[in-house]
């Protein structure tokens, strides 16, 4: 009986370890998934930039599908914004999230809509042919990146 006692409480053990090393985990990965996603968004956005400063060619199309990349990646990192993922907070990796995100919250998720907002904006002018609109348009997309990072990134 006591051995079976025994059994039971080790594997209650094991389950609560195994709970906690879970959690753990979708912590790192939350981290992982919004970095993610902001890389996508950045190798999307800096060949914008390069065509808008005129670095390289306007290619209307390349340009309008990375408009569209970007509207659509703009709706994922919110996601990975979850409770207890501030810098500090994890253990592995960088963590550049400051903790005010999560005091905040509703400020946060109004610049991370600033952000789908002008990015579909974007992508509708970039349809066009008005290049000083297109112009214009990136410049306020690349605002709402810059306006939340300047509060809520660890630099
Ligand atoms: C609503 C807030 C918000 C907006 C809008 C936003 N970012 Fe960020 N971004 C963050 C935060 C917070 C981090 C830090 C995340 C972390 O370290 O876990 C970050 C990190 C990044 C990173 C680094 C990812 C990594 O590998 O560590 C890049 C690149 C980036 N953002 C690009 C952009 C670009 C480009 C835009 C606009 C098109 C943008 N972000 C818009 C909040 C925002």
Redesign the pocket.
């Given at each position: 009986m006591k051995a079976l006692f025994n059994v039971a409480i080790s594997g209650l053990l094991i389950a609560s370890l195994s709970a906690t090393a879970f959690a753990e985990d979708e912590k790192e990965e939350a981290?992982?998934y919004?970095?993610?996603?902001?890389?996508a968004?950045?190798w999307n956005?800096?060949p914008m930039a390069a065509m808008v400063k005129g670095e390289v060619e306007f290619n209307k199309d390349e340009f309008a599908m990375r408009a569209e990349r970007?509207a659509a990646?703009?709706k994922m990192?919110?996601e990975?914004?979850k409770e207890g993922?501030a810098?500090g907070e994890?253990e592995e990796?960088?963590?550049?999230?400051?903790p005010e995100?999560w005091k905040d919250w509703d400020d946060?998720?109004?610049?991370?809509?600033?952000?789908e907002e002008?990015?579909a904006k974007l992508a509708e002018v970039a349809k066009g042919d008005d290049m000083d609109q297109i112009k214009a348009q990136f410049g306020a997309?690349?605002k709402?990146?810059?306006?939340?990072?300047d509060?809520?990134?660890?630099k």
């Open positions: 981290v992982e919004r970095q993610g996603v902001f890389e968004i950045k956005f800096m970007v990646l703009s990192p919110l990975g914004f993922t810098m994890t990796g960088e963590n550049d999230a400051k995100i946060f998720k109004g610049k991370m809509a600033a952000l002008e990015s997309t690349g709402s990146c810059k306006s939340c990072h509060e809520y990134r660890h």
